[in-house]
């Protein structure tokens, strides 16, 4: 058992595996930035006056920091099954 865990944790400090969360962490950082790009873009062509405006476009990124720490986490693990299958080739290649 114990030697399972300590493969385990060395499999978690692989440079493989630190590549697979760099590349979901990114990927997930781009589509938010893309989502508030796109929710700025569209609250600029709303029909509102000034003020509304004005204050969505200051409580837009807020609600952007929020959804990224509600379901950032969910979202990178998602993003990180595409690139599992690459990981896995490279792990037993070495094994």
């Known amino acids: 058992m114990f030697a399972s865990v300590r493969k385990a944790l ?3 400090f692989d440079p493989a595996f630190r590549g697979l969360v760099g590349r979901a962490l990114l990927v997930t950082l781009l589509l938010f930035v893309a989502g508030l ?5 569209l609250i600029a062509h709303l029909p509102l006056n000034p003020a509304a405006a004005k204050a969505l476009e200051w409580l837009a990124p807020i609600l952007f920091v929020f959804l990224l720490g ?5 979202v990178a693990a998602v993003f990180a ?9 490279q792990i037993e290649a070495r094994d």
């Open 10 to 12: 060395g499999l978690i």
């Open 70 to 74: 509600a379901l950032g986490a969910p």
């Open 81 to 89: 099954t595409f690139f599992l299958e690459r990981l896995a080739g």
């Open 37 to 41: 790009v796109l929710a700025e873009l």
